[in-house]
C-alpha cells in the first residue's frame, strides 16, 4: 500500500492549492479517504472526508466552503482543492486510508502518506 501526497508549497493569505494523493497497492474505490493535517507543535487535525464513491463528502467546520475533496476511483487519486487560505491553514498535509468496513468519523486510520507541506504567510 503506498499514498503518495504532491501539490504543497507557499502561497500568500486568499490563494489556492490543490492537493493531489496518488495511492496502488490496494483497490482505491473500496475505501473512504480522509486528509489530515499536522500543524508544527500540534496533534493531528482531521480536515475532510470522502466515502468511496465520492457521493459524500464531509469537512470540519473552518474548511466548510473553502476547501473541496474529491476522488476519482479510475485513477486511484484523492484530491484537496483549498481556496481562500489562511495562516492558520498551515500545516503538513497527508492522506489517509480509512479501515476497510469503518467510518471516517471514527478518524481511524491504517495507512497515511509521508505528507505534503502547505505554507500560508505574506
Known amino acids: 500500500v503506498q499514498l503518495v501526497e504532491s501539490g504543497g508549497g507557499m502561497v500568500q493569505p486568499g490563494g489556492s492549492l490543490r492537493l493531489s494523493c496518488a495511492t496502488s497497492?490496494?483497490?482505491?474505490?473500496?475505501?473512504?479517504m480522509s486528509w489530515v493535517r499536522q500543524a508544527p507543535g500540534k496533534g493531528p487535525e482531521w480536515v475532510s472526508a470522502i466515502n468511496t464513491g465520492g457521493s459524500g463528502t464531509y469537512y470540519k467546520k473552518s474548511a466548510k466552503g473553502r476547501f473541496t475533496i474529491s476522488r476519482d476511483n479510475a485513477k486511484n487519486t484523492l484530491y484537496l482543492q483549498m481556496n481562500s487560505l489562511k495562516p492558520e491553514d498551515t500545516a503538513l498535509y497527508y492522506c489517509a486510508r480509512v479501515p476497510y468496513g469503518r467510518s471516517w468519523y471514527m478518524e481511524e486510520y491504517d495507512y497515511r502518506g509521508q505528507g505534503t507541506q502547505v505554507t500560508v504567510s505574506s
Open positions: 497497492g490496494f483497490t482505491f474505490s473500496s475505501y473512504d
